[in-house]
């Protein structure tokens, strides 16, 4: 269980935190933000990797960022279960990212959700046709 949690509801921290999420200003409209961490000393020795960052590319770091991805995908299910609205946000450098949140450099951050009630209902975008991404048996 890599995944670590972050809430964050404290105005200055979040400011921060969107400075550093490409200074996406519509994000300080929700009240409460989760910043999603995978914890590297999970799956690797303390001493292996001191920082990760998107370039890290050991096995077991690509692990973590995937069980991350199966949490935050679940969480966002859950987000939108209880009635509330939220946006994976991802357009940060690690480093950056860490020092707005406040968080250890053996953390890599999966996302940034904002959390709360949406203020519109955008239309659902167009989707691949069912024969573009679905195959049975093999691929060819």
Known sequence: QPWRFLIVRDEETKKRIVAADSNQQWM????????????????MAENVLKSVDEDTGLPDMRRIVRDMGIAVGYMLLEIEHMGLSTCW??????KAMREAAGVPEYMYISGV?????????????????????VRFERWE
């Open 28 to 43: 300080l409209d929700a009240p409460v933000f989760i910043v999603c961490m995978g914890d590297i000393r999970s799956r």
């Open 113 to 133: 959700l904002p959390i709360g009630y949406g203020a519109e209902a955008p239309k659902a975008r167009p989707r691949k046709d069912y024969d573009n991404i």
């Open 89 to 94: 946000t991802g357009a940060y450098d690690q």
